[in-house]
């Protein structure tokens, strides 16, 4: 079992930064990818970012350049730095993670609220 809690979100101009936080507990094999995915309201989840604990990256092509998804293995903590905010990018924010590619994602956070103001 893995514990996810993520931190960071809130109200931001468009244009602005965010970076989001989400640190992991409970079984360390089950974080070896961690990612987020987001929902907007009225709108389906979709996936925003992952990242193995190799450090392989793979991103949407709607946050693509604008978004960096990193790690710290140590910490078991990862983060989504969130550059060059849109309106569209308004959602709840939340972090997940899984123990092989096969089966992310797997373990859910509770979420984040980011808003980005036109």
């Known amino acids: 079992q893995v514990q996810l809690v993520e931190s960071g979100g809130g109200l931001v101009q468009a244009g602005g930064s965010l970076r989001l936080s989400c640190a992991a507990s409970?079984?360390?094999?089950?974080?070896?990818?961690m990612g987020w995915y987001r929902q907007a309201p009225g709108k389906q989840r979709e996936f925003v970012a992952r990242?193995?604990?190799?450090?392989?990256?793979s991103y949407s092509e709607s946050v693509k350049g604008r978004f960096t998804i990193s790690k710290d293995n140590a910490m078991n903590t990862g983060y989504l730095q969130m550059n060059n905010l849109k309106p569209d990018d308004t959602a709840v924010y939340y972090c997940?993670?899984?123990?092989?590619?096969?089966?992310?994602?797997?373990?859910w956070g509770q979420g984040t609220q980011v808003t980005v103001s036109s």
């Open positions: 990242i193995s604990r190799a450090g392989t990256t």
């Open positions: 997940n993670s899984a123990g092989t590619l096969a089966s992310y994602p797997l373990y």
């Open positions: 409970g079984s360390f094999s089950g974080t070896n990818y």
